[in-house]
């Protein structure tokens, strides 16, 4: 492995509340990936973007984004946490909320308003969302106010994309489109996308790989590799079952 890639992690263990959330993690992900990050509740996929986002340390091991130790505030990587438009945020117009990126960071200061408004509505084009700018966000559908977290972690213009989620409230049909819009971006602003679901089967057309994550342990690996009964029971350590039909993917015998 190397530690020049876009990120990396080697012999990571994390212990929260006298609990191993990671023991012993290692991989790697090269620049333009697009891996999606399952596991069940609690695996501890959140943590893994706090410990990339620098709001966490691990208790042993190294991890490095871009080459360095993780930062916070660091504006190469762009973020959509799981939860989705804050409450407070709802009477907003959806240029606000995206511009809402700019802020906590380098990108923040000294920009005049036009600038921003340029950068702004740049972005909200990019995620097909233009024709709702100045929409308030409570009024927009999920999938619309996921496409403005889209445009909010873009705004950077980051070398990586960490989202978290992005897809639960989703039905198949928008999941797909969001999935499409991601994989426009990822060729066209060559970023490295890593993405939480609980969810393979929107990803499939998509991921490039999967990163797993139960018991404090990863597998990682194409999906045909990762997906399947025997990497999955090995990693609950419990029969887990895999299967195939339709081009879907059924997973069966554990919490997933
Ligand atoms: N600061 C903390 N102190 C103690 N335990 C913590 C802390 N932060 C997270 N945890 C625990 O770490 C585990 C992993 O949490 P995390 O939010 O990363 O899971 P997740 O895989 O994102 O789950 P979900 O699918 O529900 O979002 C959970 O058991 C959680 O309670
Ligand atoms: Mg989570």
């Known amino acids: 492995m190397d530690p020049q890639n876009v990120i990396f992690l080697d012999g990571v263990t994390v212990e929260l509340g006298g609990h191993a959330i990671f023991n012993d993690v290692s991989f790697s992900v090269e620049k333009g990936e697009f891996v999606a990050i399952l596991g ?5 996929k959140t943590t893994l973007f706090k410990l990339l986002l620098g709001l966490l340390k691990p208790t042993k091991g190294d991890i490095r984004v871009l080459g360095a130790i993780p930062h916070r505030g660091d504006s190469n ?3 959509a946490p799981q939860h989705r438009v804050l409450e407070t945020e709802l009477a907003l117009r959806a240029r606000d909320v995206v511009g809402f990126g700019l802020d906590g960071n380098k990108w923040g200061i000294g920009f005049g308003t036009s600038k921003r408004d340029k950068m702004i509505e740049a972005v909200l084009k990019e995620v097909d969302a ?3 700018a100045n929409v308030p966000v409570g009024h927009l559908s999920g999938g619309e106010q996921q496409r403005l977290l889209i445009a909010q972690a873009l705004i950077t213009d980051p070398q990586i994309l960490l989202l978290d989620e992005p897809l639960s409230n989703l039905d198949i049909s928008h999941a797909q489109e969001i999935i499409s819009l991601l994989t426009e ?7 490295t996308i890593m993405l939480i679901s609980h969810d393979i089967n929107p990803l499939l057309p998509a991921a490039h790989r999967v990163l797993y994550l139960a018991r404090g342990h990863s597998a990682m690996g194409t999906p045909d590799e990762v997906v399947t009964s025997a990497t999955l029971s090995k990693l609950y350590g419990a029969k887990v079952e895999v299967v195939r039909s339709g081009g879907h993917v059924f997973v069966a015998g554990a919490e997933i």
């Open 77 to 79: 990587i762009g973020y």
């Open 130 to 132: 233009y024709q709702f």
């Open 40 to 44: 069940p509740n609690g695996a501890g």
């Open 185 to 191: 971006i990822a060729k066209h602003r060559c970023v």
